[in-house]
């Protein structure tokens, strides 16, 4: 599966963004597509992900109530919609692709075999 992911950009703090990763490729029936985030030092950290063929969406504490995921079948592409942005929010932001995964492991980096290339996303205080 390839991944192309775009959106990031320079924002306020408060402001909005939407990233949008498009996948290509083959997939298994039972597939989920997560947002992760890394800023220089440190690691990769999930996000949010959702799960193509339920629809289930998960969140991280530090996003949950501002930041949306979903998906547009037709396009096979997922979206992560961020609202109220605040400073440490500045990362880079990568889409990926697990097969398989459980529910138990689907904040886990591990777990993702396919990787886009980053978008980054800078929130100025």
């Known amino acids: 599966v390839q991944l192309q992911a775009s959106g990031g950009g320079l924002v306020q703090a408060g402001g909005s963004l939407r990233l949008s990763c498009a996948a290509s490729?083959?997939?298994?029936?039972?597939?989920?597509m997560g947002w992760f985030r890394q800023t220089p030092g440190k690691e990769r950290e999930f996000v949010a992900v959702i799960r193509w063929s339920s629809g289930y969406k998960y969140y991280a504490d530090s996003v949950k109530g501002r930041f949306t995921i979903s998906r547009d079948n037709a396009r096979s592409t997922v979206y992560l919609q961020m609202n109220l942005l605040k400073p440490e929010d500045t990362a880079v932001y990568y889409c990926a692709v697990a097969n398989g995964v459980i529910l138990s492991r689907i904040r886990i980096v591990e777990e993702y075999e396919s990787w886009g290339q980053g978008t980054l996303v800078t929130v100025s205080s």
């Open positions: 490729g083959r997939t298994s029936n039972n597939y989920a």
